[in-house]
């Protein structure tokens, strides 16, 4: 074999090594990639419950006042209905 022939088989030989190599480095980029978009599903589902949980806190609030509400006016006609009388 001449030199040119050796040349171009470990040319191609190193060329082989560093595509496995990059093809490697791919896939552990890929499973961070996942498990990155894993972590920022599992926030946003616990963002998602943590919302819901205070817009049931602010509906139970305006219950609750609309309940306080309801009885000042029962009282105040009650009181009304006392100074007509």
Same mark, same amino acid.
């Given at each position: 074999?001449? #030199? &040119?022939?050796?040349?171009?088989? *470990? %040319? =191609?030989?190193?060329? #082989?090594?560093? %595509? !496995?190599?990059?093809? &490697?480095? !791919?896939?552990?980029?890929?499973?961070?990639?996942? %498990? =990155?978009?894993? @972590?920022?599903? @599992?926030? +946003?589902?616990?963002?998602?419950?943590? #919302?819901?949980?205070? =817009?049931?806190?602010?509906? /139970?609030?305006?219950?609750?006042? /609309?309940? %306080? @509400?309801?009885? +000042? /006016? +029962?009282? =105040? *006609?009650?009181?009304?209905?006392?100074? #007509? *009388?």
């Amino acid at each position: 074999m001449d #030199t &040119v022939q050796i040349t171009i088989i *470990a %040319i =191609s030989f190193i060329l #082989t090594m560093l %595509i !496995v190599a990059l093809g &490697v480095q !791919v896939w552990y980029i890929l499973k961070e990639f996942r %498990i =990155s978009i894993e @972590k920022m599903n @599992k926030m +946003l589902e616990d963002g998602g419950k943590m #919302t819901g949980a205070v =817009s049931e806190g602010v509906a /139970s609030m305006g219950g609750l006042l /609309s309940g %306080i @509400k309801a009885g +000042l /006016s +029962l009282f =105040s *006609a009650f009181r009304k209905k006392e100074e #007509t *009388a």
